[in-house]
C-alpha cells in the first residue's frame, strides 16, 4: 500500500494544498511495516491537481489534517481514501499510528 502525507517543516502541514512536499510511504500491510518513503515536490494549489498527481504515483491513501468535502471527493474520484483530523506530528509516527 502507498500512503501520502503533506509536509510542512518537517510535520504534517496543516494544509495538504499548501504543502512544501508529499512523503510517499510503501507499507506492507500484512507485516505492518514500512517498506521505503520518499518525498515528491507538492504542485501548485489548483482543485483536482493533486488527487490526480497522487493517482500517478499509486497512492491509495492521503493522511491530513483537515479538507474539505469536494477535495475528499476528488481523491475519491481516483480511488485515494482520504483520512483527515490528524494533529500535526512527524510522518513515520503517522504512518505507524495509522497501522
Known sequence: MRIAIPIEEKKLAQ???????IELFDV???????????????PEHR????????????????IACGMGN???????DYRIKAITGITKTPPKAII????
Not at 15 to 21: K, L, R, Y
Not at 47 to 62: F, H, K, M, Q, W
Request: net charge negative; glycine share 4%.
Open 96 to 99: 505507524e499510528d495509522y497501522m
Open 70 to 76: 469536494r477535495a475528499q471527493n476528488l481523491f475519491a
Open 15 to 21: 494544509h495538504f494544498g499548501h504543502c512544501e512536499t
Open 28 to 42: 506492507d500491510v500484512a507485516t505492518q511495516s514500512i517498506i521505503s518513503s520518499q518525498a515528491i515536490d507538492a
Open 47 to 62: 482543485p483536482g491537481l493533486l488527487p490526480r498527481l497522487l493517482a500517478d504515483y499509486e497512492v491509495e491513501v492521503i
